[in-house]
């Protein structure tokens, strides 16, 4: 062969070669945004229903959201409390475990109020900042609307109440807490003399003290006066604010009766107990034992003392290795995170007040946790303005919801986020 044609022969056909892998590679980046969808990668949305109203244009400010519940504000203050709040760290794990995804997206549909809906569908109707569904460690889907990210720390609201019980159960099970029908005011002598202080740990655990209180949400009520009496600098805290509470309306664990009270005063048992900040027991005992892959914030109030009922901020993946610890029964990478009897205790229905159906409506109530009704076992964490974290121990299924709702509570459309529930079940379970 001709040398001058033998070396046009080789250059040509590595030219063609190179263009050919070229094209690929082009192929591949073109079909980036599709295959994250498609292997259950995390999603982006800059936007999200009704963005201008909270608050596109400024770039969602990180503002308080005030009495008023500015709604311009609430998608910069749910991903930002722990800059707009004192909180104490919640150290990650050491090392991170990490969560399997699956090959593709779940797809999923489900019926409400007669209308057939998606995931995506429900996305482009609900103010959702983040949503997360797992199932056994493994991510079938992962979104996140507003700008957020999977580095935004999610503000818990109430989920954090349910933290608070599993902590004592921990503190019980380390004989810090020698027993749950012990008084308040055995483990916190500040309290004594006081309506809180004479109640069992059992009662508050059940949000069942007896003790007159109202938490509707109009910054007015007595949850705003608890807020007030703990947070200002200056202020007395938390034992000061618990103790302005004394009038005992029913005999304690007879009725069920939702209040932030009860849980402020868990907490304040919880410290004293186990002479540990809660953020920092919080930490050794359940956060830097699951794999977390990020520091979580705990706010706290004038004294130093964490809030026990709310304010927990974390990432969205971080909820959900704490919702699947839940689903396996507080177990974790073969270690008992939480002892097993105290999960399905907390998670199960103790007395008829307690049950579905009765003083607390729809849902059922354990240790200060929701309970589904039906003949299986399944639970949800709860915060106002639509943060959850659904758990079925069965099929080891987790989804975890952070929102911007306008109400508080009682939305009339929240509904729709538990008949995608049920429809998760159905399919997955």
Known sequence: MDKKFFWFFLFTKRTACLEFLLMKILALLALLPSLAQAQALPVFNPSGPDAEAYGAAENYPVRFIGPNRIQRNLVGAFSHDDQLSRVHKVA?????????????????????????????????????????????????????????????????????????????????????????????????????????????????????????????????????????????????????????????????????????????????????????PMAEYLSSRIWSRIGTESDAGWAVDAKDQEVAMCCLSATLRDYGRLGALLAHDGAWGGQQIIPADWVRAATSVAAPFLAPGKDAGFYGYGYQVWLLPG???????????????????????????????????????????????????????
Do not use: C
């Open 375 to 429: 003949p299986r076992r399944q639970f949800v964490l709860l915060g106002i303005h639509g943060q959850a974290i659904y758990v079925d121990p069965t099929a080891k299924l987790v989804l975890v919801h952070s929102a911007v709702r306008k109400l508080p509570s009682r939305d009339p459309e929240a509904a729709e986020l538990g008949a995608l529930w049920r429809a998760l079940v159905a399919q997955q379970g």
């Open 92 to 276: 990650k794990a050491p090392s991170v475990a990490a969560l399997a995804r699956a090959p593709t997206e779940i797809s999923l549909s489900y019926t409400y109020r007669g209308r057939t809906g998606t995931i995506p569908d429900y996305l482009s109707r609900h103010p959702a900042t983040g949503l997360l569904i797992l199932q056994d460690r493994t991510i079938l889907a992962e979104h996140y609307q507003y700008g957020r990210t999977d580095q935004d720390r999610f503000v818990s609201q109430s989920m954090a109440k349910t933290v608070t019980s599993m902590l004592v159960g921990i503190a019980v099970a380390e004989g810090k807490i020698r027993s749950i029908d012990d008084l308040a005011e055995t483990y916190v002598p500040a309290l004594a003399g006081s309506a809180v202080g004479a109640t069992p740990i059992r009662a508050l655990l059940h949000m069942a003290s007896g003790i007159a209180f109202k938490e509707v949400y109009d910054g007015h009520d007595d949850a705003a006066a608890l807020g007030a009496s703990m947070f200002p600098k200056g202020s007395g805290g938390a034992v000061q604010g618990v103790r302005m509470f004394n009038n005992r309306e029913t005999p304690p664990d007879t009725h069920w009766h939702y209040k932030g009270l009860d849980t402020v005063t868990l907490g304040l048992v919880l410290t004293a107990a186990t002479g540990m």
